[in-house]
C-alpha cells in the first residue's frame, strides 16, 4: 500500500491537486469516509511463464538435453518476433530424482532439469500463436496469461478522481444529515486494489489447426481512498 498525506485547504475534485500544506488543527468535527474508483481499459500486455523439464540418468545430460530443449524455445520466441527485452530467464534448476519403496532405503533413478523464462507479449492478437510455437519447439510447461495495461497511469488517475468526488459526495450527505457543512479535507490515504494474479493454462500436447485463442477483455484498474474532512 502507498500512503499518500496531502493535507489540504482546498481542491478541486475534478482535477485533485495540492494546496498549501497547513498544521492547522481540527477545530469541528472529524469525518473519515472510505470511497473507491474504477476506471476499465482493454488489456495490453500478456506474460506468460514457459519451460521446459528433462530427466536423464546423468546430470551432465539432464542439463545438456534441457539447454538444447530451451536453446530451440527461445529461438522459437524470437522467430515469432519477441524482443529480447522481453524474455527473461525466471529459475534454472536441477534436482535427483528417487524411487521409494517400503522399508528400502531411497534408490537414485536419475536427475530432473528445468528452466523457465518469463515472456512478455505486446502484441494479443498473435498471443495464442506464440504459445503455440514454444509447444512445437519444446516447452512442456506453460503459466499464465497475465494480463495487464501497460501505461496504466492515466485510468488510475480517473479511478482517483472518481474515488475523491464519490468521498466528497458522502460527507456533504453526512454533513448535511447533521446539520453541518464541509469545510475543508484534512487527509488523504490512497491504496491500490490488487491486480490479479497469473491464470493456470493447461499444456499443449499436440499442434492445433486453430492457434491458442487469447481474449483481451476488460481489466478494471481500482483506486481506494480514505479521505478525512473536517465539518463545521
Known amino acids: 500500500m ?8 482546498a481542491l478541486a475534485i ?3 491537486a495540492c494546496a498549501d500544506v497547513t498544521t492547522t488543527p481540527i477545530s469541528g468535527t472529524e469525518l473519515d469516509v472510505q470511497a473507491s474508483g474504477t476506471s476499465t481499459r482493454t488489456p495490453d500486455i500478456a506474460t506468460i511463464s514457459a519451460g521446459v523439464v528433462t530427466q536423464a540418468a546423468k546430470a551432465g545430460d539432464a542439463m545438456a538435453a534441457n539447454a538444447k530443449a530451451m536453446s530451440a524455445t527461445v529461438a522459437a520466441l524470437k522467430h515469432a518476433g519477441v524482443a529480447d527485452r522481453d524474455i527473461q530467464t525466471q529459475s ?13 532405503p531411497p534408490v537414485l533413478t536419475g536427475y530432473q532439469a528445468s528452466n523457465r523464462v518469463s515472456v512478455r507479449l505486446r502484441d494479443l492478437k498473435s498471443a495464442g500463436g506464440v504459445i503455440d510455437a514454444l509447444v512445437g519447439a519444446g516447452a512442456n510447461q506453460i503459466d499464465g496469461p497475465t494480463l495487464s495495461v501497460e501505461h496504466p497511469e492515466a485510468a488510475l488517475d480517473e479511478a482517483r478522481a472518481k474515488a475523491l468526488a464519490t468521498a466528497r459526495a458522502r460527507a456533504d450527505l453526512y454533513a448535511k444529515a447533521a ?10 490515504s490512497e491504496s491500490e486494489e490488487p491486480r490479479p494474479g497469473p491464470r493456470p493454462m493447461a499444456m499443449m500436447a499436440m499442434k492445433r ?3 491458442t485463442p487469447v481474449e483481451a477483455g476488460e481489466q478494471e484498474l481500482t483506486v481506494n481512498l480514505s479521505v478525512v474532512f473536517e465539518l463545521n
Request: no cysteine; charged share 20%.
Open 209 to 211: 489447426a486453430d492457434a
Open 2 to 9: 502507498k500512503t499518500l498525506l496531502l493535507p489540504l485547504a
Open 179 to 188: 446539520g453541518l457543512t464541509v469545510r475543508r479535507i484534512v487527509r488523504i
Open 92 to 104: 534454472i534448476n536441477l534436482q535427483p530424482q528417487y524411487r521409494y519403496g517400503d522399508n528400502q
Open 14 to 16: 475534478a482535477a485533485p
